[in-house]
């Protein structure tokens, strides 16, 4: 997304050359790549294709084919007597989505995102317009994990430890570790002590980041050693330390749930997928059990009834969504929308939580290393990924690298508060696309970074691992196909705004660092923040207002639907996850964590469906 102007462009001139905007350029570029990529991936929808008879009832209605949904339909189907229905409101994954170095493409409105936007935020992002952002979730086969980044951090073993805490036995790390190595392919080289926690041979496919030259990861994870980090495998035992990345792909392509889970699943005669099929409501009998849901396919309003349970696989904005419009929620918030109550739980749709993300920490660097632009757009660099599976499209384009602090309080030290991501692109660099990207107001990115139009350097993103904000999910009203309002609250807890402030400190010592000021002739943009000019630069009084104007998102949203013990009124599911008050229910995605993950949080969804499909095998087998 970014160019690396050499040359003797003068810095006047350079502050002119602006991009298109980007919601004129993708309708343009996008139908030209579809057709170059189709004819490179033939026959990739085939096996979607739907039943040429959907049933009256199944066994299992699993609604959402998301990152979770198509592992349950997956492993539920294994039971060869069980008949099992998915049900998906997007479609079949276009071809674009397969090639990791496009995943950048997935940041702007398309056919496969829901195109969300959050509420106004009263407490942050300043700088954001109508102090909101874009929330790009997937609506298509494979969920979010079709058009995500593609990162594989599972989280810190205290995190599900504390699961346990709260009340949900058999969360803990001793218990969920099996099913991690479960589902996990890992294509890296022998880890030594820490290859025991790791899998080999399952559907989803770990591959770490490989290159004969990354000059700036290898930066970053040596100024980690400066500073007295370890260089980690973030799968092992421990996870503070620095690291490089890993993704789920397999041979260069991204191997999101749809391919590694449900592809090799779909032909099985007693699993039924229907893509582009909205659903609108559960159905409910008189003693409050889940008997069916109510969907739109093909212009058409369809009712499916399940006779064993419904499964809610449709994420944390939209599982919570979903039971709200079917009764299962605040009594209050049900009857302001003339909506029957079923079952009156109060947690549903609160307990929103993300990874906080601050956006605008821009080193410029001396190093020349490859125009990632210029280079993708080189004919030999397209036609060795096109003929190969190799080279700079096997992941997302640029270096990476990602590490984990606890930066503030007291506390468990091997806990991490804080999560560093750092990306070979500096925020200006990449222009306008930015701005649009992340929801930055045009004008307020132009002030503060044309002077970076074009330079080349790095950006180093923290984002918080156990924001105590809290936010929520609401009904717009109860028309299904309007979208929730998510209304996150973030940084209305000041400890979390305290805690971005430290990791700021933290950031900025990396960047001070040998490997990075002497290695890289890294530089930090200091110019100060034009909205906060009021303040001291550097000051803890500058960074929290820096934090208000620029952070937002990191799209790891979760625990809007929370398991936990029957005490705790605002529980929506026990440790099963089935939804309390009613029957033959489940919620398996994001919205199930009481907590969010320290990381990166699709693998720990997967483990989810892994380890809930055992359970409902469990429960259902001597019945089977």
């Known amino acids: 997304m970014g160019c690396s102007w050499q040359d003797n462009v003068g810095n006047r001139q350079l502050h002119h050359m602006q991009p298109l905007p980007i919601r004129l350029l993708l309708p343009t570029v996008l139908p030209m790549l579809r057709l170059m990529l189709q004819s490179m991936f033939r026959g990739d929808g085939s096996a979607f294709e739907p039943p040429p008879h959907v049933y009256e009832q199944y066994d299992f209605v699993i609604v959402g084919g998301g990152t979770a949904g198509c592992v349950m339909a997956a492993r539920l189907s294994e039971v060869r007597e069980w008949k099992v229905l998915l049900l998906e409101a997007g479609g079949v994954p276009t071809p674009e989505t397969r090639v990791p170095g496009l995943s950048r493409l997935f940041y702007f409105p398309s056919a496969v995102n829901w195109n969300y936007e959050l509420a106004p935020q009263r407490h942050g992002l300043r700088n954001y317009d109508n102090r909101s952002s874009p929330v790009p979730q997937g609506r298509v086969l494979g969920g979010s994990s079709s058009i995500n980044g593609m990162l594989y951090v599972r989280g810190n073993r205290r995190d599900f430890d504390n699961w346990a805490a709260l009340g949900n036995p058999g969360w803990n790390y001793e218990s969920v570790l099996p099913y991690f190595k479960k589902s996990e392919d890992y294509r890296g080289p022998h880890r030594g002590e820490t290859e025991h926690y790791h899998g080999r041979g399952g559907p989803y ?45 397999r041979n260069g392509e991204r191997w999101s749930t749809a391919r590694a889970y449900l592809q090799p ?76 109550v079923v079952a009156d739980l109060p947690g549903v749709g609160q307990n929103l939580q993300d990874h906080t ?64 991501f750092m990306v070979s692109s500096g925020l200006g660099q990449e222009g306008l696309m930015a701005s649009h990207a992340l929801g930055l107001n045009s004008a307020r990115f132009m002030e503060y970074f044309s002077p970076q139009f074009g330079r080349p350097g790095l950006t180093m993103m923290p984002y918080l691992m156990r924001p105590k904000s809290r936010g929520a999910v609401l009904l717009k009203s109860r028309n299904p196909f309007d979208a929730p309002i998510v209304d ?58 820096f934090v208000v104007h620029m952070a937002t998102t990191f ?70």
């Not at 970053?220 to 330390?241: C, K, M, N, T």
């Open 265 to 340: 699943a779909a032909r099985r005669p007693n699993l039924h997928v229907v893509h582009s099929a909205f659903a609108m409501k559960i159905i409910f009998d008189k003693k409050n059990r889940a008997v069916g849901v109510v969907y739109k396919h093909n212009d058409q309003i369809k009712t499916v009834y399940a006779r064993r349970e419904v499964i809610l696989s449709t994420g944390a904005l939209v599982s919570p969504k979903l039971l709200m419009l079917s009764g299962v929620g605040a009594r209050q918030q049900l009857r302001q929308h003339g909506i029957k």
């Open 357 to 420: 993300c601050l956006y605008g920490l821009t080193w410029n660097v001396d190093v020349r290393t490859p125009n990632v632009a210029f280079e993708a757009v080189n004919p030999g660099v397209i036609r060795q990924y096109a003929s190969e599976r190799k080279g700079l499209y096997t992941t997302p384009l640029g270096e990476f690298g990602h590490a984990w602090s606890r930066v503030s309080g007291e506390g468990d030290p091997y806990w991490p508060d804080v999560q560093l």
């Open 555 to 624: 799209y790891h949203f979760g625990g809007t639907c929370k398991m936990g013990p029957e005490s705790d009124p605002y529980s929506v599911l026990d440790e099963q996850l089935r939804v309390r008050g009613v029957y033959g229910l489940r919620v398996v995605d994001g919205s199930s964590m009481p907590v969010v993950t320290s990381g990166n949080i699709m693998s720990a969804i997967v483990m989810m469906a892994e380890k809930t499909s055992d359970l409902i095998k469990s429960e259902w087998a001597p019945a089977a």
């Open 488 to 545: 996150p609250n973030y940084l209305s807890h000041p400890d979390d705004v305290d805690t971005l402030v430290n990791a700021i400190k933290w950031a900025l010592k990396v960047g001070k660092t040998p490997p990075f000021a002497k290695g890289l002739g890294a530089k930090f943009y200091s110019r100060p923040l034009p909205q906060c000019q009021a303040k001291p630069y550097g000051s803890d009084a500058y960074w929290r207002c």
């Open 205 to 249: 496919t770990v591959t770490p980041k490989e290159g004969p030259h990354l000059p700036i990861t290898g930066a970053f994870l040596r100024a980690g050693q400066h500073l007295g980090f370890d260089v980690i495998d973030p799968s092992g035992p421990e996870q503070i330390g620095f690291a490089p990345t890993e993704y789920v792909t």
